[in-house]
């Protein structure tokens, strides 16, 4: 396969761009969640109005993911991508001016759309430039997506603490999106895959299992990734009487692991095999959780939020890149199927906790990651027998 492509790009410097696709991603939701404080002070709107809103947004990114499928398969992902981040950039510039509450929600509407759009096209992108590179790159794409998530809080936590507010710190991470999606749009990868039934067409191949076993995967992964980014501090302050200042680190030590375990895994995984690393962060997240569980003291709560941030940060890049290398030909429409899962893991995280903290409270119920852990681990051995198509971009 050629390296250089539309604009006389070489595939190195496209992943790059796809790259700033992430960070853009990661920039705009880290700072939207960190801002619904500040959101909620000025819409005058209480904890269950977020919550509904937060609800509206997942269901909208599902939403988002199917749209870009459709756009995917009509005019190319990259297309797709650009068109998510612009909705994404105008959510996020419409939610720093004040605004009637109905308004305000449609706007998180439209940013969750965007959102989910995003999502899927992002890993639609970073699967087929991965494809042309002819080497792993998706988790380094992750990273980017980690560390940019990383600044927006930093960036937000400078902005509250100027007096500038927390509408900077968001338009800031709009203005990120539009340029990138202005540049992408031109010079994102350009390759096109196949819908599956027309790929598969006379082979009587279904990418069923592909989307099976790589979601479950992504479920999974997302479902434990929502429940420490959501009840960490929580737990770590209101269960463990942590100090307010104590009780972020929690999730500070998970996001650090995953974003380290994303800088290795890239070169972990050709070496060590995709069925080992893939039942090994499985564990790793089990384990994590099972720490918090088992001891409950701050260091340990700490210390097990780290570890399971190891095993997430390894999984999602790993579940996206064998979905796409096992439908290669039909790569755009599986991703953006296996992109799905990750809604349904991250509701799950985050609403079943919660839901349990009351009657057997936060320690106990983060077992449910450690279940949903290990009823997927039988899946994760398929994943070495997903048939490896070649690359059919175009």
């Not at 507010?165 to 202005?182: I, P, Q, T």
């Amino acid at each position: 396969m050629d390296d250089e492509s539309a604009g006389g790009m070489s595939a190195g410097a496209r992943a790059r761009l796809i790259g700033a696709g992430y960070a853009a991603q990661g920039l705009g939701y880290a700072a939207m969640m960190t801002a619904l404080p500040s959101f909620k002070d000025r819409q005058h709107i209480d904890d269950t109005f977020v919550s509904a809103l937060l609800l509206l947004v997942v269901i909208a990114a599902a939403g988002g993911s199917i749209l870009a499928d459709q756009i995917a398969a009509r005019w190319g992902s990259r297309y797709a991508l650009a068109s998510g981040l612009f909705l994404a950039a105008a959510g996020l510039a419409g939610a720093t001016v004040w605004s009637p509450n109905a308004i305000f929600a449609g706007i998180l509407l439209a940013y969750g759309v965007g959102l989910g759009a995003v999502d899927a096209s992002l890993s639609m992108q970073g699967v087929l430039v991965q494809a042309r590179l002819g080497r792993s790159v998706m988790s380094r794409l992750f990273a980017a997506y980690t560390a940019a998530a990383i600044a927006a809080a930093l960036i937000m936590s400078g902005s509250l603490e100027s007096g500038a507010g927390a509408a900077v710190a968001v338009g800031v991470a709009a203005v990120y999106a539009v340029l990138v999606g202005v540049v992408g749009w031109r010079l994102f990868e350009p390759g096109r895959t196949l819908r599956s039934s027309v790929a598969h067409a006379g082979t009587g191949r279904s990418v069923r299992p592909i989307v099976l076993v790589c979601g479950m995967l992504i479920f999974t992964a997302f479902l434990v990734d929502s429940a420490v980014s959501t009840w960490s501090s929580v737990y770590l302050q209101d269960s463990l009487t942590a100090a307010a200042s104590v009780a972020p680190l929690g999730y500070a030590a998970y996001q650090a692991a995953v974003l380290v375990s994303r800088l290795v895994a890239d070169h972990v995984v050709p070496r060590a095999g995709r069925v080992p690393v893939a039942l090994g962060a499985l564990a790793v997240s089990g384990i994590g959780c099972g720490l918090v569980v088992s001891l409950p003291a701050i260091g340990a709560a700490v210390a097990g939020f780290a570890i399971a941030g190891i095993g997430v940060g390894v999984l999602v890049p790993l579940a996206f890149s064998a979905a796409g290398e096992a439908a290669m030909e039909s790569s755009d429409e599986v991703i953006a199927k296996v992109n799905l899962f990750n809604y349904g893991g991250a509701l799950l995280g985050a609403v079943l906790l919660g839901a349990l903290s009351e009657p057997i409270g936060l320690r106990w119920a983060f077992l449910i990651p450690v279940i949903a852990v290990v009823a997927t681990l039988p899946l994760a051995r398929r994943i070495g027998h997903l048939t490896a198509r070649e690359p059919a971009v175009s």
